[in-house]
């Protein structure tokens, strides 16, 4: 089958591999009839790199038809069920699943590595599984992931609960906005964009919504976000002042980082991060393990621009071990700290109605600005980096 495979630091690659097959009683084989691009797989493009081998097929978004279940998947899964595929993969029924922290799942934990939960197509780290920017996808797991959906509507009105739907509605359970309070969204990719749009349906009064991309901002707005544009201060401490300002000098409630590791700013360690791409392995893994590589520009902004005794909710990927932080800002101002890969199974049910509503509240529609053909993928990655030609999201057809 034709996959998308990383192949070094900045080049993806469609080749053929081999088809998967069942290997487990619990697998499924699924055929993917959409899978998009995300802002955790533009990590693994550049500072991630030194956990990737050539030809490790990635992609964590996907959904399809099942072609093939094993045994031990038969209860929950049948031949020919449409299908959307969570990023996570977890069991259901460990200590861990029993308590909704199905990104800390203890049957696929990556123990070896003292990481979480194994995520599909995202590197050593997280258990090497081949990933579902694909023609075929074989889910572990199938027992309890995958989620049945009916047949007839377009393939983005499910997709996004593959990953940035229920990280956006984590992210915004997590920032613990008091109703009628303000939010404010640094970052305003994909993730931010649904965090905008769940924190107005669950009844945010205000939503503060930061980026630099024109059209991000735009889009933003759309949806009810008061946009402000970053490019209009020098740093953080500049950013969180004004955010302060426009929440009577006192500061939104909450606020959620959406932007992660490839935040702009930081010119040393943003150095560092590019190095890390260009160092042989080993030494590379080194960096990244025990120095502070994060870009901590957002962090720093959502740390210091939150109300005193307000929350911050992280949903973007840091990997750093040395990360620099603020702890006598965060201790003074008596702020909370919550984050995390998303729990994806632990918000889909509560999610599920609004994205079977025809109304479309949480606008699944609006969101896809490419759809391209699996063999054009590598132009979708670097489009996506680059926010060229406007893009928010791509979805690739295999
Ligand atoms: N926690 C999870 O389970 C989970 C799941 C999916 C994605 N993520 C992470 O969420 C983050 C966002 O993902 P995405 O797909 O929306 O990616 P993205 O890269 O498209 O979005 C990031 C946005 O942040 C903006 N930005 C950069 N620096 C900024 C700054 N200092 N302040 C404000 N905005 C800034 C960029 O212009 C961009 O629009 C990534 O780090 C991704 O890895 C986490
Ligand atoms: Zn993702
Ligand atoms: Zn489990």
Redesign the pocket.
């Known amino acids: 089958m034709k996959a998308l495979t990383w192949q070094g630091n900045e080049q993806v690659e469609v080749v053929d591999v081999p088809d998967p097959r069942i290997e487990e009683p619990t697998d499924a084989i699924i055929r993917v009839t959409s899978t998009a691009i ?3 797989d ?2 693994l493009y550049g500072v991630l790199g030194p956990y990737l081998e050539p030809g490790d097929v990635l992609g964590h978004e996907a959904m399809g038809v099942v072609e093939e279940v094993g045994s031990g998947a038969r209860g929950h899964l049948k031949v020919g069920d449409r299908v959307v595929v969570p990023f996570n993969i977890s069991c259901g029924h460990c200590w861990m699943c029993e308590r909704g922290l199905f ?1 800390q799942c203890e049957t696929t934990q990556v123990r070896g590595q003292g990481k979480g939960a194994s995520l599909f197509g995202y590197t050593s780290l997280y258990g090497s599984v081949p990933g579902g920017q694909a023609e075929y996808l074989r889910v572990p797991q199938a027992q309890f992931g995958p989620i049945v959906i009916p047949d007839g509507t377009p393939d983005e009105q499910f997709l996004f609960l593959s ?2 739907l229920p ?1 956006a509605w984590q992210a915004v359970r997590y920032a613990d906005v008091p109703p009628g309070g303000t939010v404010a969204v ?7 964009q649904f965090a905008v749009r769940i924190a107005r349906h669950l009844g945010a009064g205000r939503v503060i919504g ?4 024109p059209e ?1 901002l735009a889009l933003a707005e759309r949806h009810g976000a008061e946009p402000v544009d ?1 490019d209009r201060f020098d740093g ?1 401490g500049e950013l969180a002042a004004a955010l302060i300002d426009m929440v009577d000098g006192r500061g939104p409630d909450a606020t959620i980082d ?8 930081g010119g040393l360690v943003a150095a560092a991060q590019k190095a890390t791409g260009l160092l042989p392995d080993g030494l590379a893994r080194k960096v990244t393990d025990k120095f502070a590589l994060d870009r901590l ?2 962090l720093h ?1 959502a740390m210091k621009g939150v109300r005193r005794g307000g929350t911050v909710s992280v ?3 840091y990997g750093g071990e040395q990360d620099p932080m603020p702890m006598m800002e965060m201790f003074d101002r008596g702020i909370q700290l919550r984050m ?3 729990h994806v199974r632990r918000w889909t049910d509560e999610i599920l109605p609004l994205v079977l509503d025809p109304a479309d509240p949480l606008g699944t529609l609006d969101l896809t600005t490419h759809r391209l053909p699996l063999a054009e993928a590598a132009h979708g990655y670097e489009m ?1 980096r680059a ?1 060229s030609d406007g893009c928010i999201k791509v979805v690739l057809s295999p």
């Open positions: 995300c802002g955790s533009l990590h990104a990953d940035i990280t640094l970052g305003l990719g994909p993730v931010g930061v980026d630099r991309v991000r970053l953080p959406a932007v992660g590791m490839e935040a702009h700013g520009d957002a902004a949903s973007g990927v995390g890969q998303a996506f926010k």
